[in-house]
């Protein structure tokens, strides 16, 4: 017996893992709506759904308008007749020591990675409360766990959004039908890290071991199906949690050391604002093209038993400090 389509809608929909999403819900046959700035790369996506075997009606939105993201979601409702699944995936970046990134660029990452998914959830959820059943997916990252440094207002944004996902779930959990569902992603290769705003002096690259979109896309389809309050996706990630636990401010000391030795070696970049305030001209597509499968499992091990030693030692410093 064959399932009903999904009916689902995603932002961010035009590359990277929103577009990578799509394409997956896609072949499982069903109906979507597309949301993102760029005209371009959100036709491109949809061409690609309706190939792969479902339906696709792209809009460009901007998401940090809420009353253009109340319209986009009353719109796709109709087009749908109802809505299984909302992703929320917009997320946009910018490097640098946080006192030479100029403050429009800060705030245009916390408009865009946090206030953006605040008008989505506040446009979903009337719909899901009237047919008492809806899964909103949370694009955060691991960024939601650890600060990250030369990204301070990224990750003030990722910080915010587990924080909001939280207090939703406890306003909604009486609504047993109603899911909120937070993704954690480790590093993925997408087109983002070129689309970034940059003020590092440096050429902006993917660490060894970043995912490929289509890994966390599969997480997200596993979502409408079975829902759950939080999905870690990149192997890494559960034990640098353990390690962060157990060992505060540890990971962000040693990223940023990393950092400013990388930016002092790097190949030369020009600083600028990248794809923040205006969308890609041209489609950008799902991947990031600088991943390096090879690399990938060497660099999980080491990312693992990194964390699981500073886990280790916090826990050993635990009980020295309460011994005493």
């Not at 577009?19 to 069903?30: I, K």
């Not at 989505?120 to 691991?142: C, K, Y």
């Not at 979502?223 to 962060?244: D, E, F, H, S």
């Amino acid at each position: 017996m064959s399932r009903t389509p999904l009916r689902v809608v995603i932002t961010g929909a035009s590359s990277g893992i929103g577009a990578a999403t799509a394409v997956a819900f896609a072949r499982q046959g069903a109906q979507l709506v597309l949301g993102a700035r760029g005209a371009a790369g959100l036709d491109d996506i949809a061409q690609r759904c309706r190939g792969a075997g479902g339906t696709a009606e792209p809009r460009t939105v901007d998401v940090t308008d809420p009353a253009a993201v109340t319209a986009f979601a009353a719109e796709a409702n109709a087009t749908l007749g109802g809505i299984d699944l909302w992703f929320s995936c917009v997320g946009v970046g910018v490097l640098g020591k946080y006192h030479d990134v100029p403050m429009a660029d800060h705030q245009r990452v916390i408009d865009a990675n946090l206030v953006s998914h605040m008008n989505e959830a506040h446009a979903v959820l009337p719909f899901f409360l009237a047919q008492d059943r809806g899964t909103w997916v949370n694009m955060i990252s691991v960024g939601g766990f650890f600060a990250a440094p030369f990204a301070a207002a990224y990750s003030a944004s990722k910080f915010g959004l587990r924080g909001f996902s939280e207090a939703l779930r406890g306003e909604l959990s009486k609504n047993r039908h109603i899911h909120i569902c937070d993704v954690y992603p480790t590093f993925v290769d997408t087109p983002a890290v070129g689309h970034a705003g940059n003020y590092t002096g440096a050429q902006l690259k993917m660490p060894p071991g970043s995912l490929a979109p289509e890994t966390v896309a599969k997480a997200v389809v596993r979502l409408a199906r079975r829902p759950r309050n939080t999905t870690v996706v990149g192997a890494p990630a559960i034990a640098l949690k353990l390690g962060q636990f157990a060992v505060p401010n540890f990971s962000a000391a040693m990223m940023n050391g990393f950092l400013e030795s990388w930016s002092s070696k790097a190949d030369p970049g020009e600083d600028g604002t990248g794809t923040l305030f205006d969308p890609p001209a041209e489609p950008s597509g799902i991947d990031g093209g600088q991943r390096h499968p090879e690399r990938r499992r060497k660099a999980a091990a080491v990312a693992g038993a990194s964390a699981i030693g500073a886990a280790a030692l916090g826990a050993w410093l635990w009980r020295r400090r309460h011994a005493a």
